[in-house]
């Protein structure tokens, strides 16, 4: 047995681990709510990362499953590069176009769709996950899901300070103690 946290129920799941992809047999039968979220390379313009959506919504169509919700792609700075083969030479990507679908299908439409990502080179990278519908309905309407925070960065909070001028000095002195914290917390 493996243990995974679900997020939308907030829970500890204890599931059967799986064999390898090649080796295990897929229920067919079984429906559940997924979510692609995808990045599609930059080299395309807007209405082409937009055709590719539309691409991936007519492919899940395609293969039975029916759309809970969507996010069409936008243009983003990634949080670090990514490398992909492209037309045969290596790319490098610092941005991309972002967006995201949601449907409910079968386990067997999931694999029939990762192969035609797979070989879409539009398609820089994606994340098939398991959600619910309520999870889709919240990310639509732009509410928080009801996930207690847990943790601490560690910055200590400072108190605000009231009003009044502040000499060149002061300033200078306060900027140097809050660096000082700064670099006690990293």
Do not use: C
């Not at 939308?8 to 692609?36: C, F, H, M, Q």
């Not at 899940?60 to 590069?81: C, M, S």
């Not at 490398?83 to 999931?110: H, L, M, P, Q």
């Amino acid at each position: 047995m493996v243990v995974f946290f679900d997020m939308a129920k907030n829970t500890d799941t204890e599931v059967e681990e799986l064999a390898p992809a090649g080796e295990r047999e897929i229920d067919d039968s079984r429906k559940g709510v997924y979510e692609i979220g995808y990045h599609i390379v930059p080299s395309v313009t807007e209405e082409a990362a937009i055709k590719s959506a539309k691409e991936l919504s007519d492919l899940v169509k395609k293969y039975g499953g029916e759309i809970v919700g969507d996010r069409a792609p936008v243009r983003i700075q990634l949080a670090y590069t990514i490398e992909k083969r492209v037309s045969g030479k290596r790319s490098r990507f610092n941005e991309a176009y972002f967006g995201w679908i949601a449907f409910e299908a079968t386990a067997g439409t999931i694999e029939e769709i990762k192969k035609n990502l797979d070989a879409d080179a539009s398609f820089l990278r994606y994340l098939v996950v398991v959600t619910d519908k309520d999870a889709v309905a919240a990310a639509l309407s732009g509410a928080v899901a009801d996930v207690p925070v847990v943790g601490d960065i560690g910055k200590p909070k400072r108190e605000a300070e009231v009003g009044g001028e502040v000499s060149e000095v002061a300033l200078n002195q306060a900027l140097e103690s809050m660096a000082s914290e700064d670099a006690k917390v990293e």
